[in-house]
T-cell receptor
């Protein structure tokens, strides 16, 4: 079965400093990986995805993620964090059942707190 | 338009009530999903519809009954729920798994409280 793990429950960072949210994956076959962000009492917003191709993926709101096959990691990064980036971040892996849609399996989530 | 709209935003229901959650998308997606999310936990898949047909049921109790009346709408009918069913219910949609555009788009969710 496909799975992702987020080893940190919470990440604290000062505004203006680099932000990294960690994710490792376990898949059979090629990984289809995603990052989503969730603000309080809101749905999930798509940030970026890795399907194939470049190992550095750029996404929304200045976020990017680095796919590392040898380390089975897909860490989310932002060069300079903003207070408004404070939210819950989920890494997810897609399990494809042909003609049955995408089954997303989420990591446990990492709460990011950016302090002014 | 990359919007998935869910109604209502909040719902309080008694254990003997019957209610429905509604979800709508106009992105032409042919896969639609219901997820359940408890506080501070990741979303858990409940159902997947593909071409308006139920394709995945993650062993969800029968007190939850999904319905997909057409390619834009997805309902979740609720009956005889338990307090532990209180959660944020998220609807999502996506293209079917062909090509690169496979990300799911989520609605804002319905916050359900069962009393």
């Amino acid at each position: 079965a496909q799975s992702v793990a987020q080893p940190e429950d919470q990440v604290n960072v000062a505004e203006g400093n680099p932000l990294t949210v960690k994710c490792t994956y376990s898949v059979s076959g090629n990984p289809y990986l995603f990052w989503y962000v969730q603000y309080p009492n809101r749905g999930l917003q798509f940030l970026l995805k890795y399907i194939t191709g470049d190992n550095l993926v750029k996404g929304s709101y200045g976020f990017e993620a680095e796919f590392n096959k040898s380390q089975t990691s897909f860490h989310l990064k932002k060069p300079s964090a903003l207070v408004s980036d404070s939210a819950l971040y989920f890494c997810a892996v897609r399990d494809t059942i042909k003609a049955a849609g995408n089954k997303l399996t989420f990591g446990g989530g990492t709460r990011v707190l950016v302090k002014p | 338009d990359t919007e998935v709209t869910q109604t209502p935003k909040h719902l309080v229901m008694g254990m003997t009530n019957k209610k429905s959650l509604k979800c709508e998308q106009h992105m032409g997606h042919r896969a639609m999903y219901w997820y359940k999310q408890k506080a501070k936990k990741p979303p858990e898949l409940m159902f997947v519809y593909s071409y308006e047909k139920l394709s995945i049921n993650e062993s969800v109790p029968s007190r939850f009954s999904p319905e997909c009346p057409n390619s834009s709408l997805l309902n979740l009918h609720l009956h005889a729920l338990q307090p532990e069913d209180s959660a944020l219910y998220l609807c999502a949609s996506s293209q079917l798994p062909r090509g690169r555009n496979t990300e799911a788009f989520f609605g804002q969710g319905t916050r359900l409280t069962v009393v």
